[in-house]
Every structure is written in structure tokens, then in C-alpha cells.
């Protein structure tokens, strides 16, 4: 069966994190960077953790996972060695109905974490349902290769602009809008971006939308060209 990706809003939402390792601390660490919540229960932590908890990013429980530690976590993640703790993080979280993820135990988990690219606002995520973490992280690598950070530019720009044009012609005009934005992203447009080519950007831009954005254009490129 496919599994369902989607994207989670987990700003101030406090997820569980049970182990102290080099597993754990890249959990973690996904985690913080999206503005996350995190309580970590390991008797022991690596030193990565060890600095996130000196510096109070997360909350710690130095011992050994206990019932009842899933209260309140909105996500849960089991990265130990031990598998009988794995077993019984996971055999709790399914009867709170509590998402949980397992470290290199793919059959047990409930949600698989991607590897994943961001490029500001653009998130590019490879899967393979836990069966190869290797070829996920060798795609992510392409894909890096391929998108670069123009691309966050790229998705900054089209967003205010997105925000102006609804902004202009209202809920009713939403189809034709949608159809102009389609019309901006012309094979050169990153190239522009790129480029520093800021001519080239106003010209397109008022070209497709028929007057001048008054946008900053210098704020959306990658560097300042002729």
C-alpha cells in the first residue's frame, strides 16, 4: 500500500524524542528546525545532545524511557539500540494514536521521515517507505546538484507576487491569476535570477503582467548583474 506524504506544521508542538545517539541527535536537530518542542529521554547523550541540552533548545529526562512518557507528544520518535524499548515506545504509541517513527525499523513505523532539500520556501522530499535510506539520500544529493539556491528566490518572488495580483483582482479572479503565474515561469526566469540579470526580470515581468510590480527586484536575486 503507497504511503500518503504530506507536510506538517509542527511550530511549538512538542515531539518526543527516546535515545541519546548520533540517530537521535539528527532527529532532533529536523526537529528544532522546524520550530518544534522537544523532550528527549536517554540516560545518556552524545555530545551533539549533550550541547542542545547545555544550551536549553531541548528538554531532557536522563533516564530510561518509561510508561507514560508519550503524554502530550504530538510525534513520536524511538532511536535506541535496544530493541525491546523500541517495541514498547512503538506498542504505546499506537494506543494513544500518537504517529510514531522507528529508527531503522521501517515495518513498525507509522511515518517514514524523508531526506530532504529546502531551498527557502521550497521543500523537495525523497522516499523510498523506509526500504532504502541510502538511494534517498543519493537522490537528495542530485537533487541539490540541480537546485540551487536561486531556487529559493525563485519561490520568494512568484509568492509576493502571487500575493499582489490576489490582492488586485480578488477571490474572483483566482483562476486568472493562477493562469498569469503560470505564464511568468518562463524557461529563462531562473536564469535571470541567477544571473543577477534585473533587466531582464522587469522586462518579463511587465511583459506577463501588464504593469511594472514595483517590486524590489535586487531582493530576489542571487547576485547583482549588468
Not at 513505523?109 to 522530499?125: E, K, N, Y
Not at 525563485?154 to 483582482?169: P, Y
Not at 526580470?201 to 504593469?211: C, K, P, S
Amino acid at each position: 500500500m503507497p504511503l500518503y506524504p504530506l507536510c506538517l506544521d509542527i511550530s511549538g508542538r512538542l515531539c518526543l524524542v527516546v535515545g541519546g545517539g548520533a540517530v537521535a541527535a539528527r532527529k532532533v536537530r529536523g526537529l528544532l528546525d522546524c520550530g518544534a518542542r522537544v523532550r528527549l529521554i536517554s540516560p545518556e547523550l552524545c555530545p551533539a545532545l549533550e550541547g542542545l541540552a547545555q544550551e536549553g533548545a531541548v528538554e531532557v529526562l536522563r533516564r530510561p524511557y518509561a510508561d507514560g512518557d508519550l503524554a502530550g507528544a504530538w510525534l513520536i520518535f524511538a532511536a535506541t539500540d535496544v530493541p525491546e524499548v523500541q517495541q514498547a515506545v512503538a506498542a504505546a504509541a499506537a494506543a494513544a494514536a500518537i504517529p510514531c517513527n522507528l529508527a531503522d525499523a521501517p515495518v513498525g513505523c507509522t511515518f517514514h521521515v524523508p531526506a530532504v532539500l529546502r531551498r527557502g520556501d521550497l521543500t523537495m522530499a525523497v522516499a523510498t517507505a523506509g526500504r532504502s535510506p541510502a538511494l534517498a539520500a543519493m537522490l537528495r544529493q542530485e537533487l541539490a546538484e540541480r537546485y540551487g539556491p536561486e531556487y529559493a528566490a525563485l519561490v520568494t518572488l512568484l509568492g509576493d507576487l502571487r500575493e499582489q495580483l490576489l490582492a488586485r483582482r480578488g477571490l474572483a479572479g483566482a483562476e486568472q491569476t493562477e493562469a498569469m503565474l503560470r505564464r511568468l515561469l518562463h524557461a529563462d526566469l531562473i536564469g535571470w535570477i541567477r544571473a543577477g540579470d534585473r533587466q531582464g526580470l522587469a522586462e518579463h515581468l511587465r511583459m506577463v503582467l501588464g504593469y511594472d510590480p514595483g517590486l524590489d527586484l535586487a531582493a530576489y536575486l542571487a547576485k547583482e548583474g549588468a
